[in-house]
DNA sequence: CACAGGGTTGAGAGCGCTTCCATTCGGTGC
DNA sequence: GCACCGAATGGAAGCGCTCTCAACCCTGTG
């Protein structure tokens, strides 16, 4: 490794001189080497290697107008973003595609409703050269800010204001969050359960209600005093399934909208003696790390590849900048990521 | 809002040109507009919003060597990173303060011991102009990377290479572990308990040892039967527990490394229905929201500022940055945050 | 009334890189 | 052996900005 000569670094112009060849040559064969004789590209190599030379990256942006990184916006109000393992996982599926694609990843955390004027200037500066952001509510800021600027976006979770799950406004990418629940509560439905209550999620997070409309699919007509409304935390999971003993204490089945409130379910329902899946079966959502593998009893839940949804976002992403440079390619649609249901013990 | 033009953006030129002034004058109001006379700085400034200017970041760096960038490298081998509450508190007070001066965060997450050549190159490509690590482990190349890149780091906990806690080789924050354990330790022991239990976390995060010696300089000669070894998650806590009360059945207090085992340790100790305070009084650490509170008994516990850690690892490095730009002001120093006792029902 | 001097302004030189375009090179067909 | 053609190479023009330095203006003073 050549020692870090004080101050400056060398430059192409450095390499082309101890290569002897110009710098347009040596500019060639950083970039891949492409119409260049073999001999000239061992020879620059060399010289590249020798002098420890790292491509300015601000004067390449500069006439390339490509940043090489792309912003994630996450402006979840909530402290959840990074506690919630969901952001996590889908960060770090982001993380590995933009890494494989030499692509670099910014951080954009909105505190506060006023932040949202210095994510439009940062994204119309040229810093980045698209951004993902995540599932929005309906009077979200930020795709007006990212079309003006101009800057190619992907969403994970479908946007509210899309109007049905495959809305094509928007590239996003989203599990199959109605098509799992179906499969859930069919599940349940084929296991001979006749009274299936619902704990969903906060009615405005899109995912939560997908879920509520594949429940609704499969139990059309559905008794409304079968269906809980949650936060999608543990407590509230807790208190839902608490409300619903109270109100149908007759109910054999539950299928709970994350696997978070499924495990406070479940220990209400230990706490009150009631068997499960004997007397009353769980189905959750996710498939939750550390969660639903660890409920008394393991949880029977949908299973959706979240780090896999953060790649999925991460190369639409990539592939839509691809297509704005080279010129050809589709616009890049919107991914539905699919679910399985995976059977464990308490249903 | 002005419309974006199709395709190129307007350069300083054209605002220069729009304003009836020279490229420098309009630099100059540019970026604050010192010595220029206000009659000119309000025409720039004028054409500046006409044409809805916003500077050409790449350029700029290319010409003053800054990026406004600094990267947050987080390389815990763990999926917890992001689930942890910890980190993203940090981050958040990290996001806050770069934001408050308008520098980005760019995180390079480690995936696998083969990225940290990736890193390096990209630390040292000039992408941004600081980095801020988490507490690495004795043979992290990370220290390496940065030096040799020559980019200022700071780091988040102290590194286990650094001999004692205010050792200023490397700029460093980290609460004062070793200070808040004393002050737990002896609080239990003011209350009069007299065969107070230790359990810690991992020994290969400074944290947890300096918890541990702070436990020890109030205990000196402390039975080692009285000391359990945990790995800072809810589960191990409960085992720890567990385990010292077979060992020790007489413990009267237990001082526990941090909050998610003194919730798992609580557990046990209601499971086997031992009365806390009465009988075991229990003292966490961290304070962490959404655990300490919500404990049964809530749990009394030593409160560290987390998000402030992160604030100030961001302002040390800034600082740092400001002072190599300028030229003075003295090399930043490491800092420890204090920590305070919060008292609540079990102890 | 000429001149010194401080404060403003503008001209222009780069920052390091990519890329167009002209030039040169090596080889092929006649 | 020569014209000719595509491929390889080099020269040079910027990309948009900052910043030095020289030119300029104006005021105050001798």
């Excluded at 506690?83 to 890494?99: A, C, M, N, V, W």
């Excluded at 494989?100 to 994510?119: K, M, N, S, W, Y």
Aim: charged residues 25%; aromatic residues 4%; hydrophobic residues 40%.
């Amino acid at each position: 490794m050549p020692e870090q000569s004080p101050g400056s670094r060398p430059t192409l112009e450095a390499v082309a001189a101890r290569a002897g060849v110009s710098r347009a040559t040596a500019s060639r064969v950083v970039n891949g080497g492409d119409g260049v004789r073999k001999p000239l590209v061992d020879k620059v190599l060399q010289a590249v290697d020798e002098l420890g030379y790292i491509p300015n990256h601000a004067a390449r942006t500069l006439v390339t107008r490509r940043t090489g990184a792309v912003a994630v916006v996450i402006a979840e109000p909530e402290i959840r973003i990074f506690s919630d393992p969901f952001f996590s996982q889908q960060i770090r599926g982001i993380s590995k595609e933009l890494t494989a694609h030499d692509t670099q990843l910014v951080l954009l955390l909105v505190e506060g409703p006023g932040d949202f004027d210095r994510i439009a200037r940062y994204l119309s500066g040229g810093h980045v050269d698209g951004a993902l952001a995540f599932s929005l509510h309906t009077d979200d800021p930020l795709p007006a800010i990212t079309r003006r600027a101009g800057i190619p976006t992907v969403y994970g979770g479908r946007p509210s204001w899309t109007a049905d799950p495959g809305d094509q406004a928007v590239p996003y990418v989203d599990a199959d969050n109605r098509g799992g629940a179906r499969v859930a509560v069919q599940y349940l439905r084929d296991l001979g359960r006749e009274r299936i209550a619902h704990i969903g999620g906060p009615p405005d997070q899109t995912s939560a209600m997908d879920r509520l409309d594949g429940y609704r699919d499969v139990l059309i007509d559905v008794d409304p005093t079968l269906v809980a409304e949650g936060g999608f935390t543990v407590e509230s999971g807790a208190r839902a399934m608490a409300e619903l003993l109270e109100r149908r204490p007759d109910l054999d089945a539950v299928f709970v909208a994350n696997d978070l409130m499924a495990s406070g379910a479940l220990r209400v329902l230990r706490e009150r003696g009631i068997a499960v899946p004997e007397q009353v079966a769980i189905v959750g959502f996710d498939d939750m790390d550390g969660v639903a593998e660890e409920t008394d009893p393991p949880l029977t839940t949908v299973n959706q590849d979240i780090e896999g949804q953060g790649r999925l976002m991460a190369r639409l992403l990539l592939r839509g900048l691809d297509r704005d440079r080279t010129g050809n390619g589709s616009a890049p649609d919107s991914v539905i990521t699919p679910t399985t249901l995976v059977r464990r013990a308490s249903a």
